[in-house]
């Protein structure tokens, strides 16, 4: 049973583009989520984080969305970059009980072409 | 520099054999875990740690062990009875005792001869 999908596994986008990464989630305990960026044979870095109370977080270049009421969440990159091309996972974390895990989707590959 | 040294980058496990898998971190952190990573798919939970001697078993503890006996330190051995080990693991440490944002070491790939 997955809680938290990333149903597109690539994106291509032009350099200079908007880069936007979709994640859903299935359960509605969930009250904070990040986002990780992952280099191959490397370890995931975390990127942005949101809080289930707040609908935008913005650092920067990135721009994370919740829309708690369709269990979605996106990543808004402007300008893309040729260096964010990387693998892009969603995390969601459980409230109560389970407020020590994370539970992660797929990821989506992300190309920034030049 | 503060961080995660997972050692050894790679590693080869033959039939039958146990293998551990190193995580020491100089970032002062409490909580420590272990994920699973196999190809196309995202990080399943193995084993965390929110203080030292006790850890507790995530999603996939099957087949896995862990200790917790100094704060830096966490390692994780692929026991025999794991039967599918080849993936690529990682280790994780955060400062708080809930889930949060995770800070990474560059992983182990584990491959079986």
């Known amino acids: 049973d997955q809680q938290v999908k990333q149903n597109s596994p690539s994106l291509s986008v032009q350099e200079g583009r908007i880069s936007i990464l979709n994640c859903d989630y299935t359960?509605?305990?969930?009250?904070?989520f990040l986002w990780y960026k992952k280099y191959p044979a490397e370890g995931p870095t975390f990127l942005i984080s949101?809080?289930?109370?707040?609908d935008k977080n913005e650092d920067g270049r990135f721009t994370v969305f919740l829309n708690k009421s369709a269990k979605h969440l996106s990543l808004h990159i402007v300008p893309s970059q040729p260096g964010d091309s990387a693998v892009y996972f969603c995390?969601?974390?459980?409230?109560?009980?389970?407020?020590?895990?994370?539970?992660f989707g797929k990821g989506t590959l992300l190309t920034v072409n030049p | 520099d503060g961080g995660i040294t997972q050692s050894p980058k790679y590693l080869f496990r033959k039939e039958g054999q146990n293998v551990t898998l190193s995580c020491e971190q100089n970032?002062?952190?409490?909580?420590m875990y272990w994920y699973r990573q196999d190809p196309g798919q995202g990080l399943r939970l193995i084993y965390y740690?929110?203080?030292?001697?006790?850890?507790q078993k995530g999603d996939i503890a099957e087949g896995y062990s862990v200790s917790r006996e100094k704060k830096e330190s966490f390692p994780l051995t692929v026991t025999s009875a794991q039967k599918n080990p080849t993936a690529f693991y990682l280790c994780?440490?955060?400062?708080?005792?809930?889930?949060?944002?995770?800070?990474f070491g560059s992983g182990t790939q584990l491959s079986v001869l």
């Open positions: 994780a440490s955060s400062i708080r005792q809930i889930g949060g944002k995770l800070f």
């Open positions: 359960n509605s305990m969930f009250d904070y």
């Open positions: 949101i809080s289930s109370i707040k």
């Open positions: 995390a969601a974390r459980g409230s109560g009980g389970s407020n020590y895990k994370l539970t």
């Open positions: 970032l002062n952190h409490d909580a």
């Open positions: 740690s929110q203080i030292v001697n006790d850890f």
